[in-house]
């Protein structure tokens, strides 16, 4: 510790590590700045290799992150702004602790690339390939959380078609493989970069989805765009059940639809002992099952849960949500921290928190609509769960179903990123991914990550649309990360052997 803190760099290359990793998180959504991210990566990977010693890169690569995930996660504030007076003295604190946290698995990544590399090209090279390592890393530590991921930067672009073959990691690798070789080997490279972009390009343009059935399955996305601070108003419980089924029985512009959804914990109230409502809601499908995000009780465990209601008002799918959101919908030892300190989870209405359901299941709606893959919310962030389902023994999904609650999120980036992530899905598994939110931005997805049905961002209505076809099994569908992993592997040892021979 006291030879990391001697390491110190002084606050002019701190600050300009922060400053280049908050120019980085302009490519995230909505802004999409990729070609700006990607200068500023170039940069931040100069800058980490002129570090004057790996405790030194460590900072670097420390405010890089910081800088990086504090724009990146701006959203993260507006859970504690739902009631303020109980949580808004938090917010100083996770604006610092979950971006610096985050942020230390850049510095492990500079610190270690510092102290592996021979001499400054190898320094960029190990520090694009570690910290490639980190950001697949994150997302499976301490349940993981691989939101802002730098590969995202691609997503609303050409490249993206890349992630069918080797997920998120593999255009993080790109994006920091483009940058690394010229800043590494001298500007005469920049063709690199350029040539490859161009060619990815015009190869993601050129792709195309297989066409629609000649009478696929309509699908009803209702966005009922419940204000979060009044969503559980007990006074307004029933108008806000009026409205979804409401928009659930409207006209539409095609035929009566095969199936309707409704968002995450969208019914206010619980699932238990309440036959009278499920009837009610059978109902509003007129002939259609609804899918619906609805909280249930088991014992004294709560879950949150989207339940398939036939039109009888009977349940006949359930899936109860497995990937909870730490401090959201439980806290780690929460059963304590409630009787000591009052503390419950933002999302949760039952108790201390949510219990996880058994995992990732994929569900059979009948001919008509198929199998789905089910996501509540936060799930959807997570390339391992959907492949997780597939190995349940019911085989490969016809479509993904995500429902969910961005009102958590505000209006100006969360949503939009959470959006784009779901994109990224559609393109790794090849399956149309269809989501409704509550406030927004409900979606329908191709297989190739493309919008081609939409309601707005604070909109209450509904949409009416086709159910988009699959692709066959993607190779990231099929191996997910290992060929990745191999291949960092195999540019690790590469690098090693460059290092031996350096020594040498």
Not at 390 to 410: E, V
């Amino acid at each position: 510790m006291k030879r990391l803190l001697g390491a110190w760099p002084g606050w002019s290359l701190t600050g300009l590590a922060f400053g280049l990793g908050a120019v980085m998180a302009a490519g995230q959504a909505p802004l999409g700045f990729w070609r700006l991210a990607l200068l500023a990566l170039a940069a931040a990977l100069l800058l980490i290799a002129r570090a004057k010693t790996p405790g030194q890169a460590a900072w670097l690569g420390l405010f890089l992150g910081g800088g990086h995930f504090i724009l990146a996660l701006s959203w993260i504030v507006e859970p504690f702004l739902i009631e303020p007076e109980v949580y808004a003295w938090m917010i100083p604190f996770v604006l610092v602790l979950l971006p610096f946290g985050l942020g230390l698995f850049w510095a492990g990544a500079a610190g270690a690339a510092h102290r592996l590399g021979r001499n400054m090209p190898q320094t960029v090279l190990w520090f694009a390939l570690l910290l490639t390592c980190a950001e697949i890393a994150r997302g499976y530590v301490f349940t993981g959380f691989p939101w802002a991921m730098i590969g995202h930067i691609f997503i609303d672009t050409p490249l993206a078609q890349t992630a069918a073959y080797a997920g998120a990691g593999g255009l993080t690798l790109l994006a920091l493989g483009l940058m690394a070789v010229p800043v590494a080997f001298g500007w005469r490279w920049i063709g690199v970069p350029i040539l490859s972009v161009f060619f990815l390009t015009f190869w993601g343009d050129d792709l195309r989805s297989p066409p629609y059935p000649e009478r696929p399955a309509i699908v009803r996305l209702v966005q009922p765009n419940a204000e979060q601070s009044l969503k559980w108003d007990p006074a307004r419980a029933r108008d806000h059940l009026q409205t979804l089924l409401d928009l659930s029985q409207a006209d539409g512009p095609t035929r009566r639809p095969d199936l309707v959804v409704w968002p995450e914990t969208s019914v206010p109230y619980l699932l238990n002992d309440n036959d009278e409502l499920l009837r009610v809601i059978g109902r509003a499908g007129q002939g259609a099952p609804l899918a619906i995000g609805i909280q249930r009780l088991e014992g004294n465990r709560g879950f949150n849960s989207m339940a398939v209601i036939d039109p009888a008002g009977k349940v006949v799918q359930l899936y109860d949500k497995h990937h909870l959101v730490p401090f959201g919908e439980y806290i780690p030892f929460g059963d304590l921290a409630f009787d000591l300190f009052g503390l419950s989870a933002f999302a949760a209405q039952q108790g201390a928190g949510y219990s996880a359901g058994p995992g990732a299941v994929v569900l059979d709606l009948g001919p008509t609509l198929g199998s789905i893959l089910p996501l509540i919310c936060y799930e959807a962030v997570f390339p391992q769960d959907l492949r997780a389902a597939s190995r349940t023994g019911l085989g490969r999904a016809d479509w993904i179903l995500q429902i969910t609650n961005d009102a958590w999120f505000g209006k100006l980036t969360g949503p939009w990123q959470h959006l784009a992530q779901a994109r990224l899905r559609a393109i790794e598994q090849g399956l149309p991914l269809l989501r409704a939110a509550n406030t927004g931005v409900s979606a329908v997805i191709d297989a190739r990550g493309r919008v081609v049905a939409e309601i707005p961002l604070g909109m209450r209505a509904f949409v009416d649309a086709a159910l988009p076809p699959a692709l066959p099994p993607t190779p990231y569908a099929r191996f997910g990360d290992w060929p990745l992993l191999l291949l960092l592997a195999g540019l690790g040892a590469a690098l090693l052997i460059w290092r031996a021979k350096a020594k040498a």
